[in-house]
């Protein structure tokens, strides 16, 4: 099995994953009803299924993984970091690393963003919200005149992958069709483009 997966492909099978109702309609309820714990607790969820069902193993709050000598159930206070298989317990690079913010601030998305780009995987991504699809061009500007801008230069490797998905509460009723949506940052446009899948 090939442990690089690309953001086309990762978020294909988020999508898949969460229209199961195990996620979806507790996802669309703490999305409508702003319970930010819960929201939080079955997103983290939806994307520790998503990595399983991609063949890797996955570590978050709730979700402990015996992948490295440690145990832990977070890594480097990285919301979700998944692994490739192994048959042995090893020090080896994480496949993804995910934040899943909950908070609107857009310094705290760019906090969230900054984390999984310094991280050295394949796949870097950021699950944030916003309260009307009118905000997200305003917080995908200043993702790539900020963050992305302040590390361009700095290669996180060939290949990388950086996805952001943003919802919007607004739509919450569409979920998860008109909730979510994808963007995937073209380095050589130097801006975040919706992901075409």
């Known amino acids: 099995m090939n442990p690089v997966i690309g953001a086309r492909e990762w978020y294909k099978a988020f999508w898949l994953e969460v229209r199961h109702a195990r996620w979806a309609e507790p996802l669309r309820d703490a999305a409508l009803q702003q319970r930010l714990k819960n929201w939080t607790r ?10 399983h069902a991609l063949g890797w193993t996955a570590v978050a709050r709730g979700h402990l993984a015996e992948v490295l000598p440690v145990a832990k159930q977070e890594y480097l206070a990285i919301d979700v970091m998944a692994f490739p298989p192994s048959k042995s317990q090893g020090w080896r690079r994480p496949v993804a690393a995910f ?21 050295r995987c394949p796949l870097a991504g950021v ?28 290669s996180p490797g060939e290949g990388r992958s950086t996805l952001l998905v943003v919802g919007t509460r607004s739509r919450g009723e569409d979920f998860p069709d008109g909730f979510f949506k ?16």
């Not at 061009?137 to 993702?143: D, E, F, H, R, W």
């Open 127 to 154: 699950f944030c919200y916003r309260q009307d699809p009118e905000e997200t061009g305003n917080l995908l500007s200043a993702l790539a005149g900020g963050v992305m801008g302040e590390l361009e230069g700095t």
């Open 42 to 51: 079955h997103l983290t969820g939806a994307v520790v299924a998503t990595c």
């Open 99 to 119: 934040e899943l913010e909950n908070r609107l601030e857009e310094d705290i998305v760019a906090y969230s963003l900054w984390k999984v780009s310094l991280i």
């Open 182 to 197: 994808p963007y995937v940052w073209d380095s050589a446009f130097r801006q975040f483009r919706p992901l075409l899948w």
